[in-house]
């Protein structure tokens, strides 16, 4: 990229290391995978480190794409929360190994896999916006889990 | 027999002398018409003079009309550079002409998507091993996750690795969807959001 007007600091890309890396260490403390958060934080960047920082480049430059270089449309990365209601019109269901029945709306969302891409024109003064999914968000749901 | 020779001689003479005299008138006639040529010719080149300074003062008019339109020109190209300077700015902004097509910036999100499996996978990969080649000794979970544990916390609790890489993807996805759509610029959205809502921006998108 030729230059962005949003300021990509190194110090920022480190930031966002760091909480990527905070984020992981806390699924393990959460699970109680370590008997500390420090070593959890330890697992974590021994084994991934490289692939966090490449993580980080990508998730900046996804934001300067949808930010600056992108500016027709405003595009968003779409991300369900835990809990959340199937939508078809948002979301493909991943298939896992314990797949019972096609997705109903009120199946709940245990957790996201791949991040989707929804964008939003403005169709004009006083118009009202149309709203389009590129890229579906992939998600586990719950009652696909194994118990 | 001498008389009649000096008459001869004298007659000889007169006739010369009228001679020399038409001569002369001759002479004085190509004079006149000489100089009459050199009074036109004197004409013809005050006249020359006279085109000649005109064109030089044309030439010099030209040439400040010249400098002038140079001026002109570097003052405008002057302007036109600060202009396309003060544009190139505001581009990103005012702009209607994406830098990056659809496809490109989805190509940044499966990039990114594939990436977070990799991660997650790596790590859970390393988290099996640990599980087996020691016991990582079944330690205390979180305490704000202890009570209520959601179904994918508990089956990672269970080693359950499957359901560990689909932890760590949903906390890595929840966090790059953070950081995207001006995730670090909460104050420039919060502008934006606001213009957007007042209707008053024009159909370009202001961002």
């Keep these: ?147 | 027999m001498q008389v009649k020779k000096l008459e001869g001689k004298s007659m000889r003479k007169d006739q010369r002398i009228a001679e020399l005299a038409v001569g002369s008138k001759r002479k004085d006639r190509q004079i006149a018409e000489w100089i009459g040529e050199s009074r036109n010719k004197d004409h013809q080149i005050a006249e020359l003079e006279s085109d000649l300074r005109k064109a030089g003062w044309n030439y010099s008019r030209a040439a400040e009309h010249i400098l002038v339109l140079k001026e002109r020109l570097k003052q405008t190209e002057e302007l036109s550079a600060a202009r396309s300077a003060e544009l190139s700015g505001t581009h990103a902004f005012l702009s209607t002409t994406d830098r990056l097509s659809e496809e490109e910036v989805l190509g940044v999100v499966r990039d990114l998507n594939e990436n977070i499996f990799q991660v997650a996978a790596l790590l859970t990969d390393q988290w099996g091993m640990l599980e087996s080649s020691q016991a990582t000794g079944c330690m205390d979970a979180d305490p704000t996750s202890r009570h209520h544990p959601s179904v994918l916390t508990q089956l990672v609790r269970d080693r359950d690795p499957e359901s560990l890489t689909i932890m760590l993807q949903s906390r890595l996805c929840s966090q790059v969807a953070s950081v995207s759509s001006w995730g670090g610029h909460q104050e420039l959205k919060s502008v934006y959001q606001r213009l957007s809502a007042s209707g008053e921006h024009r159909f370009v998108e202001v961002r």
């Design chain 1, 1 to 147: 990229m030729a230059h962005s007007y949003l300021p990509l600091a190194p110090a920022r890309s480190e930031l966002l290391v760091e909480a990527l890396a905070k984020e992981l260490a806390k699924v393990f403390d959460e699970t109680g995978s370590f008997s500390s958060t420090q070593q959890s934080l330890e697992f974590v960047r021994a084994a991934v480190t490289d692939g966090i920082k490449t993580i980080a480049q990508l998730s900046l430059h996804s934001e300067s794409a949808f930010v600056v270089e992108v500016t027709s449309s405003d595009m968003t990365l779409l991300f369900a929360a835990p809990g959340t209601m199937f939508d078809d019109a948002k979301m493909d269901k991943v298939d896992t190994s314990n797949n019972v029945s096609a997705p109903r709306r009120r199946d709940k969302v245990a957790g996201t896999t791949e991040v989707g891409v929804g964008k939003s024109v403005c169709m004009g003064p006083g118009k009202s916006r149309r709203e389009e999914i590129l890229l579906k968000t992939k998600v586990v749901l719950e009652k696909d889990l194994r118990r």
